[in-house]
């Protein structure tokens, strides 16, 4: 039997991600094993999705300590009961302090609603709209101590629809996310894609772009 890439998923909300990831790794075609979902509020519905699949879920409430730093301690301390081999940002609304980041070197993605390095932040939609931007969409990186600033590995872009409202756009990105986020997080658990030297190496060889894949309207890969 091969071992499956024990992986935890940090949430803060409704985790429609997770969700993704649970449906990939049920349909069998992800060597990622969902050892736990660590949630900063008790109210994600996304514990919810955990419980239903099965999947042991944590809940540590950032409010309930001092600072940054004994929050971040704490959710290691827990992460680590489970060994895990890699951490999955998805929605999970909290700066990592560098200890942390430093913990976990080169085994945390992030995925951000932004075609980066444009758009780190918050509000992307309405800012690429307020831009009037031809292309959008979101992308899977390592995680470092910069914020939405780490190595790239795959992005999925969408063309912006003339006359569409923010909310329809972060709509159409999320339903890219659902697809390239288990598969980027698939290609580092079979260890397609390594961080190495601060950078994505994919097929041993180094990536200075991430893969790039585009999607019609409907959400469709082309
Ligand atoms: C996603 O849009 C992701 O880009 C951002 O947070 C959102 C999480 O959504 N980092 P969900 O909780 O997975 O539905």
Redesign the pocket.
């Known amino acids: 039997m091969t071992s499956r890439c024990k992986t935890a998923v940090l949430?803060?909300?409704?985790?429609?991600?997770?969700q993704a990831f649970i449906d990939a790794v049920s349909r069998g075609n992800l060597g990622l094993e969902l050892s736990v979902v660590l949630s900063n509020k008790p109210e994600a519905y996304?514990l919810v999705r955990a419980e239903e699949a099965g999947i042991p879920t944590v809940c540590l409430q950032h409010g309930h300590y001092a600072d940054r730093a004994s929050f971040d301690t704490a959710v290691a301390e827990k992460l680590d009961e489970w060994r895990p081999d890699l951490l999955v940002?998805?929605?999970f609304m909290r700066i990592l302090s560098p200890g942390f980041v430093a913990h976990y070197s080169g085994r945390i993605l992030?995925?951000?609603?932004a075609l980066l390095p444009a758009y780190p932040g918050l509000d992307t939609h309405q800012r690429v709209l307020d831009a009037g931007d031809e292309w959008h969409g979101?992308t899977v990186h390592f995680v470092t101590e910069e914020l939405d600033g780490g190595p790239r590995i795959l992005q999925g872009r969408l063309s912006v629809v003339a006359g569409e409202s923010a909310d329809q756009l972060?709509s159409r990105?999320?339903a890219i996310?659902h697809q390239i986020y288990p598969q980027a997080a698939g290609w580092v658990g079979e260890g397609r894609v390594e961080f190495r030297l601060g950078q994505t190496w994919i097929d041993g060889a180094l990536a200075e772009e991430p893969v790039v894949q585009t999607f019609d309207r409907d959400g469709t890969l082309i």
């Open positions: 949430i803060s909300g409704s985790g429609t991600n997770l996304g940002l998805a929605g992030n995925i951000h609603p979101s972060a990105v999320q996310e």
